[in-house]
């Protein structure tokens, strides 16, 4: 099977632009989560989808969305970019978000540097 | 709210010589506990997690854990270290409401 895969894996932005990030789960997992990886606060769990619903929501402003699609394919948008935003971007997937001893599998990530 | 300590920023080992990486944890319920290790530039690989059962959990590439419930400890271990170990370990433990929390992640070096 192949892996969860993230798009772009690079990207810079400048403050007060906006930026949507993609991902795709391993074929047949329905849970996919987002969190953010900075060498501050370590990895920070954004939101969590489940069949085309957010289940969980972590602490961050109203700025950070995301959506989930039928196909489970998932995607996260940053309204009005802040530089503290400037993060790693992982997402990670799991089989079904109903068992919580399930691991999750993590893709790439996506760099996002705010100038 | 679910929580993770890692207390030690960096852990030094050389190569042969076991390896043990700290975690402990604070959890209402039932603690259902990972552990991930991340390469340069990679993303998160999963290692070995406690469900329940036996406290001692075997993983990927050697690597095993003991659960402590006393002590709210899950500590990973791996008895002859390799220079390839040398990566980022985050422990992780989610609640039985899906949330999933990392701690801050320990640096390991395998020094050849």
């Known amino acids: 099977k192949a892996g969860v895969t993230q798009t772009p894996r690079y990207l810079i932005k400048t403050r007060g632009q906006q930026v949507t990030l993609s991902c795709s789960p391993i074929?047949?997992?329905?849970?996919v989560s987002w969190y953010q990886q900075t060498p501050g606060q370590g990895l920070q769990f954004l939101f969590e989808y489940f069949s085309e619903t957010q289940r969980n929501k972590g602490n961050f402003p109203g700025r950070f969305s995301g959506r989930q699609f039928s196909n489970s394919r998932s995607e996260m948008n940053v309204s009005t970019l802040e530089l503290g935003d400037s993060a790693l971007y992982l997402c990670?997937?799991?089989?079904?978000?109903?068992?919580?001893?399930?691991?999750?599998?993590f893709g790439p990530g996506t760099r996002l540097t705010v100038l | 709210a679910q929580s993770v300590a890692q207390p030690e920023d960096q852990v030094n080992v050389a190569e042969g010589n076991p390896l043990t990486v700290k975690c402990t944890y604070s959890v209402s319920g039932n603690p259902y506990l990972f552990w991930y290790v991340q390469y340069p530039n990679r993303g998160l690989q999963f290692l070995l997690k406690?469900?329940?059962?036996?406290?001692l959990v075997k993983g990927s590439y050697g690597f095993e854990a003991e659960f402590n419930k006393s002590q709210t400890s899950f500590h990973l271990k791996k008895p002859s270290a390799l220079v390839s170990d040398s990566a980022l370990y985050f422990c992780?433990?989610?609640?039985?409401?899906?949330?999933?929390?990392f701690g801050k992640g320990n640096q390991v070096v395998v020094i050849p």
């Open positions: 406690y469900i329940t059962g036996d406290n």
């Open positions: 074929s047949g997992h329905r849970s």
């Open positions: 992780a433990v989610r609640d039985m409401n899906n949330r999933l929390a």
């Open positions: 990670a997937s799991s089989p079904s978000g109903a068992q919580t001893y399930n691991e999750q599998f």
